[in-house]
Nanobody, 124 residues
């Protein structure tokens, strides 16, 4: 079984940046696609970025494309989400999840393991 531990969230002003990390235990990390989801108050949890097992194939939701960068270091069993040029509408709890398939997937039920979430708040 895989355990995910997230870090890197915080309170920032508009235009600032954060680097979110997702540290995985176990040896299955390199065989799993990674997805980052976010959930804002009053909204449903939504996929914002995903990468396949190698980090070579990625997906970004339109509102974050060009500002967010997803990556992974399989040797460290760690995934990352670099979030730049943050806007107030980016405020949400951000969750890391591992899929049971190695390819990028948009199917929610395929994401089997979830982190605890890390709060990102963008405010003046």
């Amino acid at each position: 079984q895989v355990q995910l531990v997230e870090s890197g969230g915080g309170l920032v002003q508009p235009g600032e940046s954060l680097r979110l990390s997702c540290a995985a235990s176990g040896l299955t990390f390199s065989s799993s696609a990674v997805g980052w989801f976010r959930q804002a108050p009053g909204k449903e949890r939504a996929l914002v970025a995903a990468t396949d097992w190698s980090g070579g194939n990625t997906y970004y939701e339109d509102s974050v494309k060009g500002r967010f960068t997803i990556s992974r270091d399989n040797a460290k069993n760690t995934g990352y989400l670099q979030v730049n040029s943050l806007k107030p509408e980016d405020t949400a709890v951000y969750y890391c999840a591992l899929a049971r398939v190695p390819e990028v997937t948009f199917v929610r039920r395929f994401y089997t393991y979830w982190g605890q979430g890390t709060q990102v708040t963008v405010s003046s």
